[in-house]
């Protein structure tokens, strides 16, 4: 173990430790530290999974089994840059300190907090004022103005403690939450004939009844987004997360700094791919308002979410969210073997869901480094050329989710699907081929808002900045009018 002066999970002469095997949960409860979620949020979500296996089972060939540890899934493709460090000019998010493609992490400043009298310890990625979120480095999104709309408790008021001179010569202050995550609760997924939906499931981290990662410093409007990743002051668990969010992979705290010095504490964490504008991006999943969200995007669940402002809101007045595709059935396999795979299936099968998030667990790195993850189409991003959409980013998503039909699973025609614009033309001109699905009833419905808020800040790019779209949208389909 390190000196408490400097303290790295893992330790920093072995970071990614070889040896240590796959981090699978078991489904059953530890006891102690332990707690049960909201009984009716998990049968709430659990009658979902029901629903929706009506349908996919019906729409898709029974999956097939991952590959065995021994084999590497061959080399991906449409995904951009997949080794390496990702070069700075490709960051949104410029506080970054690194960003690992080989590794699939993302290394983000790490800042002390308190809550309730323990130490917390936040990243900070977006904000809601321009000036600041530039002076910090992290995504401008002024939607986030809008979460507390009708749903005082979707933010947190917190404090910031005035040190002395001789206690903070120059740093960050510690910043007083009113509640945490519990991270203690095991995470479980167990997969389903055809991946998703899923067989069970549990949520592992759960936000307190006062948590929200969206924060307002007491005397000021400005909204940040400032997920708490990890508890405590030491022996941080980036194997099975006892103590940290799901994504955390290794935690720096920084000793303390000599005169005219600053130190960095850092923390490095899972990133999940997908696309916005025809271009593969980056993002990193913490928090979500449903318990199957959570599960599926390793993420806190945190219930307040699920009331942020609003529904169906996207680019309308007083809404907080932007619009995020997702796909229930697409096709299954790693990129190196199926290109046009994306979706739940997908990662349920191929993304090798019901597995801990670790860096010693380098076959679950790979799969998701080629291609494992639910690879979703988002809507605004920061580096459109139209500042009407660059601004319109939130990273509190508005899930609409594609259920491909019958018809269009036996001709192959539910393919990886990489830009907005075609997504919405697809789904208002041929109904044939892609229609919403009925969270609780898992049948076609009319394609929108499911009810599902993810909190998920954009990162950068792996090729090209997202700028245009690849499609003119049809009339009607979006608002305001192109």
């Not at 396999?333 to 010693?360: E, K, N, T, V, Y």
């Amino acid at each position: 173990m390190t000196s408490a002066a400097r303290r790295v999970y893992p330790p920093a002469d072995m970071s990614y430790p070889e040896g240590k095997g796959n981090t699978v949960r078991t489904s059953r409860w530890s006891s102690g530290s332990r707690i049960r979620k909201s009984a009716m949020a998990v049968a709430a979500a659990v009658a979902m999974t029901a629903g929706l296996l009506a349908v996919t089972g019906a729409a898709a060939a029974p999956a097939s089994q991952p590959a065995s540890q021994s084999t590497r899934p061959a080399q991906a493709t449409g995904l951009g840059q997949l080794d390496g460090l990702l070069p700075r000019d490709h960051l949104t998010q410029e506080s970054a300190l690194q960003v690992d493609l080989s590794r699939e992490s993302v290394r983000l400043p790490l800042y002390k907090g308190k809550a309730q009298g323990k130490t917390v310890w936040f990243v900070l990625l977006d904000a809601s004022d321009r000036g600041l979120a530039a002076d910090l480095g992290v995504n401008y999104a002024p939607k986030l103005a809008n979460v507390g709309i009708g749903c005082p408790t979707c933010i947190e008021t917190v404090k910031i403690e005035s040190p002395t001179p001789q206690h903070n010569r120059f740093g960050p202050a510690v910043v007083d939450f009113q509640d945490a995550p519990n991270f203690a609760p095991t995470r479980t997924a167990v997969t389903g004939p055809q991946g998703f939906p899923l067989a069970s499931f549990t949520p592992g981290a759960v936000g307190g009844t006062r948590y929200s990662p969206f924060i307002q410093i007491a005397g000021s409007p400005i909204v940040y987004n400032a997920p708490i990743v990890a508890t405590g002051d030491t022996h941080f668990d980036v194997d099975h997360h006892t103590n940290t969010a799901e994504r955390v992979l290794a935690v720096h705290i920084a000793p303390p700094a000599p005169a005219g010095k600053y130190y960095q504490s850092w923390v490095d964490m899972l990133f999940i791919k997908g696309f916005d504008a025809g271009q593969p991006i980056l993002y990193l999943s913490t928090d979500a308002g449903q318990p199957l969200t959570a599960v599926l995007e390793r993420a806190t669940y945190a219930p307040a979410l699920d009331r942020a402002a609003y529904n169906g809101g996207d680019d309308f007045l007083g809404s907080s969210r932007e619009r995020l595709f997702g796909f229930i059935n697409g096709q299954t396999g790693l990129s190196g073997l199926d290109p046009q795979a994306q979706g739940f299936q997908h990662l349920a099968i191929d993304g090798l869901i019901g597995r801990d998030a670790s860096a010693s667990d380098h076959y679950l790195i790979d799969a998701l480094r080629n291609g494992g993850d639910l690879l979703n189409v988002f809507g605004d991003f920061p580096t459109l050329a139209d500042p009407r959409h660059a601004d319109a980013y939130s990273p509190l998503w508005d899930a609409q989710l594609g259920l491909w039909t019958p018809k269009a699973v036996k001709a192959g025609l539910n393919t990886r699907q990489i830009d907005e614009n075609q997504v919405f033309n697809l789904a208002a001109s041929r109904p044939d081929l892609l229609t919403g699905v009925d969270p609780a009833t898992g049948k076609p419905a009319p394609y929108g808002s499911d009810g599902v808020d993810i909190n998920c800040a954009v990162i950068g790019y792996t090729a090209q900045a997202p700028t245009a779209n690849l499609a003119v949208p049809l009339p009607n389909s979006q608002f305001p009018p192109s």
